[in-house]
């Protein structure tokens, strides 16, 4: 298999990574295709002996981290308030933390893709942890139709300080829940018990309020094709608690941060592509 076909493989999780670092699908296909871009002009990058996802991964961050303003913040002040805080997390463990809990990285690949060494790794991991689990309990909504998934959920969510609102299995159940009592959280199944879609579910209630969704899926590649609107937080089942704890606090630190704004992001082009675009020339587009 070629390197260019390797790089297609694990395309699809690149993109959950960047639109989790990002928190908007635009922002983060920006970076993988600034990625690609450079992959093109430096085909060197990823030798043929090499762990390809690593160095895909390691050349996404290296474009990450120079820019601006994704720079590190300084130190965080405990006293500040719970929305100012969340906005001023250094970008450095979060990105330790999405790798080792979302993308399942070990220690010394994290550190490889970084930069930094194992032990500082674990620091960052266990830094992240502490800032994104504070000051952000809030109610969340469940739509699951398998009841053993739900329970593990709600066990999971609860034992995070969060409160679930109720577990809908339908596209019915959840309108209704959500009327009762607004959630601050959406976990959404996509395909649920009676035929109904979690996506058209969570589309009703966004008509009436804005909320944070993380989608939960068997099939997440199906959902990561770059060929229409897309979840910006996305579950592959069977999960793992981490992931799902990783991803809630990205959602939330997104939706909570006082500071929050759309990362500057190189200008590309969005139009099908070319000869000349570097997704095409590598054998898929975004």
């Known amino acids: 298999m070629s390197t260019a076909q390797l790089v297609v493989q694990h395309l699809p999780y690149l993109r959950r990574y960047a639109r989790a670092l990002t928190g908007s699908q635009m922002a983060g296909d920006a970076y993988v295709a600034a990625t690609l871009e450079t992959l ?17 991964f390691k050349v996404f961050t290296r474009i990450w981290n120079s820019l601006s303003v994704n720079g590190r913040s300084e130190q965080i002040q405990r006293d500040l308030p719970a929305e100012v805080r969340l906005g001023q997390i250094t970008p450095l463990p979060r990105q330790a933390f999405l790798l080792s809990c979302l993308e ?5 690949e994290v550190g490889q893709i970084l930069d930094v060494d194992t032990r500082t790794v674990r620091d960052l991991v266990d830094e992240a942890g502490r800032e994104l689990a ?26 995070l300080g969060h409160n679930v609102t ?38 009703d209630l966004l008509k009436a309020f804005e909320v944070p969704v993380i989608f939960i899926t068997a099939y997440p590649e199906r959902f990561l094709t770059g060929e229409r609107p897309e979840p910006a937080f996305l579950i592959a089942k069977p999960f793992q608690p981490a992931n799902v ?31 000349k675009d570097p997704a095409a020339r590598l054998g898929f587009s975004l």
């Not at 339908?170 to 959404?188: C, F, M, N, Y």
């Open 166 to 203: 109720g577990v809908a299995r339908t596209r019915t159940e959840a309108v209704k829940l959500a009327s009762t009592k607004q959630p601050g959280l959406i976990l959404a199944d996509i395909q649920l018990a009676d035929g109904s879609s979690g996506l058209d579910a969570v589309n």
């Open 40 to 56: 093109v002009s430096e085909p060197e990058t990823i030798g043929p002996s090499g762990n390809v996802k690593v160095e895909l």
């Open 245 to 275: 704890s990783a991803v809630i606090s990205q959602a939330l630190f997104f939706q909570q941060s006082a500071r929050r704004r759309e990362p500057r992001r190189p200008k590309l082009r969005r139009n099908a592509p070319s000869s």
């Open 104 to 108: 399942g990285f070990g220690e010394e």
């Open 134 to 159: 504070a000051d952000m309990a809030t109610e969340i909504l469940i739509i699951e139709d398998e009841p053993l998934i739900a329970m593990d959920l709600e066990a999971l969510v609860e034992g």
